[in-house]
């Protein structure tokens, strides 16, 4: 790991990946693998970390019993507010892009993917996945619940945020990669709280517009998340260093 504080980069020695790096992995081009491989090695140390602001104002509307309006409605006004000079022109920016995730979701606020569906925020980070010899860090923002005769069902939900990518087939691919990996880290440590049910592990495409829930082939997907691993595993130390990257 690099010694000085002023580090561009901190260095994974042991293979790691998010849950939006591996889903991306699985669709991507050659080229654009070798850059997301790069990235997960040698992670920047300074991350712009932006829409927090909306997802938690999503969140809050999604956990609320009766889904009223008015929280995102009050969240909108304090995000509208933020245009003073007292603010950055970064928070200016995340506030704008704030706004227009959430007037984004109001389309999809009323889906029936979450019609009848319970949420709840996460209490406790859940433990990673572990692939292959690969370490995938996966973060759900909610824990969706539905009541059935037999009992509870459960499930996670991840809020996708990007504007970048426009093709909505990547944007539906991808979806069903992080949905599918929202499953397997449900199965794995959500089971104390109900039954694990694959259509209350969803990923909310808000720019997409689109609510995906894990995917019914469960199997071939497995596979290549399995086989990606592995050829991640079997990379990961010939992944050359960025420049500006310093050597312990």
């Not at 409605?73 to 995000?79: D, F, G, N, S, Y």
């Not at 245009?83 to 999809?108: M, P, V």
């Not at 996945?129 to 539905?146: F, H, Q, R, T």
């Not at 093709?167 to 069903?176: G, I, K, L, V």
Request: aromatic fraction near 8%; include cysteine.
């Amino acid at each position: 790991m690099a010694n000085s504080e002023n580090a561009k980069y901190r260095e994974n020695p042991n293979p790691r990946m998010s849950a939006n790096q591996l889903s991306e992995y699985l669709i991507a081009s050659p080229a654009r693998r070798q850059t997301i491989l790069r990235n997960a090695r040698y992670a920047p140390t300074f991350l712009v970390i932006r829409y927090q602001a909306a997802k938690t104002a999503l969140g809050r509307y999604l956990s609320d019993d009766v889904r009223n309006q008015r929280i995102l409605a009050e969240a909108l006004v304090k995000l509208e507010a933020v245009d003073g000079d007292d603010h950055s022109a970064f928070k200016k920016n995340d506030a704008e892009l704030c706004i227009e995730a959430i007037e984004s979701f109001y389309s999809i606020s009323k889906n029936k993917e979450i019609l009848g569906l319970t949420f709840r925020p996460v209490q406790n980070r859940l433990p990673n996945l572990l692939m292959e010899g690969v370490e995938i860090s996966i973060n759900p923002d909610l824990v969706a619940y539905k009541q059935k005769k037999s009992g509870q069902s459960v499930g996670g939900v991840i809020f996708q945020t990007s504007k970048a990518v426009a093709a909505a087939n990547w944007r539906a691919d991808h979806s069903r990669n992080v949905s599918t990996l929202l499953w397997l880290l449900a199965e794995q440590h959500m089971a104390e709280l109900g039954e694990i049910d694959r259509r209350l592990c969803i990923t909310i495409d808000v720019f997409g517009k689109a609510i995906t829930p894990a995917p019914s082939n469960y199997k071939r997907k497995l596979n290549d998340f399995e086989a990606a691993c592995s050829e991640i595993s079997a990379l990961w130390d010939r992944i050359s260093a960025p420049p500006g990257f310093e050597a312990p």
